[in-house]
């Protein structure tokens, strides 16, 4: 519990600077008990990755390709520490989920890896950056392979990115390459500071990596997913290959930010420099993300990205000017108890989403701020504000 005290201990010392403020404090009392009890579970050590031999009948596998930034434990490892490496280093790991898996959702292993009950690794080896492209860019049903490309967030282990990755590949049912990009999260509550200087010293690779994978002649869309800090970690990438003059790789993006950890006035810079993006960028919204609560407390009250308000018409102004679509998420259930992963239950929609976007239904791919309906799978207009619909459509 001392990691916790140290992470208490400077909202302590805000409360106090802020005297007596009961609403405040009953605000911040639920995330505040929720990040608590986060950290009195069990974690995933490296163990959970050990091979688990054949899966049963019905078990479905999905292969997972690695780019990290991670320390391999030893030269042409495929364990990795949370060592920050100046390199990236590439893995392979095929990952098999138990015949009764519900979609939206990691059977995770307790502690010991089992096939028959939990998400488990059946085969994996070490690839050097020629494999790893080779792997990538392979042709799947006849035609370019489509690469989904997922950057984890805060607190966050390896092992714990590796089988989210596969869940969310599994239930969206990808046909093409899905990679998942692991920078060093110290993989701890009391990590935040630390955390937001790993991903910071990862933005050179990420943007290398996709100018890489751009120019791989076999490879189609590549739909870049952030979540949490993983998104300021995608902002950045963008902004930087915009900077460089990247515009051929940023021409082949689909962006999704999922209830990103970024300051509102900071992704606004952010998104001057990047400019507008086709297919817009999608940025994953929850009001009521208890994660957020608190990181916007840390800020000191600055709002972040993934809380916004899509009634707000300043969000919805915002929204055009830079050509995003922001959506809110709310009304989908999420695996934890803070309302941080919402986005994962998309995955399972994902073909219905895409059908209808190629189509042009579902209101997808336009500019505004929606609100998801999860009955219909559409999006629609959030609120009547002064008698003016303020989404869009």
Same mark, same amino acid.
């Given at each position: ?8 201990? /400077?909202? +302590?010392?805000? =409360? ?8 405040? &404090? #009953?605000? *911040? @009392? ?84 089992? /096939?028959? +009950?939990?998400? =488990? ?8 950056? &020629? #494999?790893? *492209? @080779? ?99 995608? &902002?950045?990438? *963008? ?155």
């Amino acid at each position: 519990m001392v990691g916790l005290c140290e992470l208490f201990a /400077p909202l +302590s010392r805000s =409360a106090a600077r802020l005297g007596a403020d009961c609403r405040l &404090a #009953a605000r *911040l @009392a639920i995330p505040l008990l929720a990040l608590a009890l986060a950290g009195c579970a069990a974690r995933l050590g490296p163990d959970a990755l050990a091979d688990a031999g054949d899966p049963p009948p019905g078990a479905q596998q999905v292969t997972i390709y690695v780019a990290t930034t991670r320390k391999p434990a030893a030269p042409d490892a495929d364990v990795f520490t949370n060592g920050r490496s100046s390199s990236l280093s590439y893995a392979e790991f095929t990952v098999s989920l138990p015949p009764g898996h519900q979609s939206g959702k990691v059977e995770w292993p307790n502690p010991t890896p089992d /096939p028959n +009950s939990t998400f =488990a690794v059946v085969r994996q080896r070490p690839l050097d950056e &020629a #494999a790893f *492209l @080779a792997e990538v860019a392979r042709q799947r049903n006849g035609g370019p392979s489509n690469v989904g490309l997922f950057v984890h967030g805060y607190n966050t282990n390896f092992q714990e990115a590796l089988f989210r990755m596969a869940q969310m590949a599994a239930d969206a049912h990808a046909d093409g390459a899905p990679i998942l990009f692991a920078w060093p999260s110290e993989g701890t509550l009391k990590g935040y500071v630390a955390d937001k200087d790993a991903v910071t010293s990862s933005r050179d690779q990420l943007a290398a990596l996709l100018t890489t994978l751009a120019k791989q002649r076999d490879v189609g869309r590549i739909t870049l997913i952030g979540h949490s800090m993983g998104g300021w970690l995608t &902002a950045e990438a *963008l902004r930087q290959l915009r900077l460089t003059k990247q515009d051929a790789t940023i021409r082949r993006l689909h962006v999704v930010l999922a209830a990103p950890d970024i300051d509102a006035d900071v992704f606004r810079q952010q998104l001057e420099v990047i400019g507008p993006l086709s297919p817009p960028m999608v940025v994953l919204v929850s009001r009521d993300d208890m994660a957020l609560s608190v990181s916007r407390f840390l800020a000191d009250q600055h709002v972040r990205v993934g809380a916004l308000d899509v009634s707000d018409p300043r969000v919805q102004a915002a929204a055009h000017k830079y050509n995003v679509e922001v959506v809110d998420i709310s009304k989908l259930e999420g695996s934890d108890a803070l309302g941080h992963d919402r986005f994962v239950s998309l995955a399972a929609l994902y073909p219905k989403l895409s059908s209808e976007a190629a189509n042009g239904q579902g209101g997808l791919g336009q500019a505004g701020a929606f609100v998801f309906d999860t009955v219909g799978t559409t999006l629609s207009s959030p609120f009547l504000l002064a008698g003016k619909a303020i989404g869009g459509q």
